[in-house]
C-alpha cells in the first residue's frame, strides 16, 4: 500500500502559477503510473494529468495542455503538477492518484496489482 499526501494548494490571481506536490509514503512511486484529478465545486473528479513510471510518457487533458506540467521523482517519492498561467476555472480539489500500469510493464506483477491509490487532496482557488 502506499500512502499520498498533496500540497502546494492555495489561493491565487488568475494568470499565476502554483506547483503542487505529491509526496508517498509506505512504498516507492516507481511502480506506479501517477496523476493529478481535480474536483470542481459541485462537479465530478476529472483527469488533470499522467506520467508514467519511468517519467518518459505524459498526458494532459486538453484544456492544461502547454499550461501544466507533471513531472516526478521516484528517489524523493514525488510528484509534481506545476501549473503555469492559471484560470478561475482551474478551482478545485486537486487529488493525486497512484495507478499501476500494464501488466507488461512488470516482469512479475504485485500483489495488489490492480488497486490504486488516491491522497486526501489539495485545494487550489484562482481568483479573476
Known amino acids: 500500500q502506499v500512502d499520498l499526501v498533496e500540497s502546494g494548494g492555495g489561493l491565487v490571481q488568475a494568470g499565476g502559477s502554483l506547483r503542487l506536490s505529491c509526496t508517498a509514503s509506505?512504498?516507492?512511486?516507481?511502480?506506479?503510473?501517477m496523476g493529478w484529478f481535480r474536483q470542481a465545486p459541485g462537479k465530478e473528479r476529472e483527469f488533470v494529468a499522467t506520467?508514467?513510471?519511468?517519467?518518459?510518457?505524459?498526458d494532459y487533458t486538453d484544456a492544461v495542455k502547454g499550461r501544466f506540467t507533471i513531472s516526478r521523482d521516484n528517489a524523493e517519492r514525488t510528484v509534481y503538477l506545476h501549473m503555469n498561467s492559471l484560470r478561475p476555472e482551474t478551482t478545485g480539489v486537486y487529488y493525486c492518484n497512484a495507478a499501476y500500469g500494464p501488466a507488461s510493464d512488470y516482469m512479475s506483477l504485485p500483489p495488489d496489482y490492480g488497486m490504486d491509490y488516491w491522497g486526501k487532496g489539495t485545494l487550489v482557488t484562482v481568483s479573476s
Open positions: 506520467i508514467r513510471w519511468s517519467g518518459d510518457s505524459t
Open positions: 509506505g512504498r516507492t512511486i516507481s511502480w506506479y503510473t
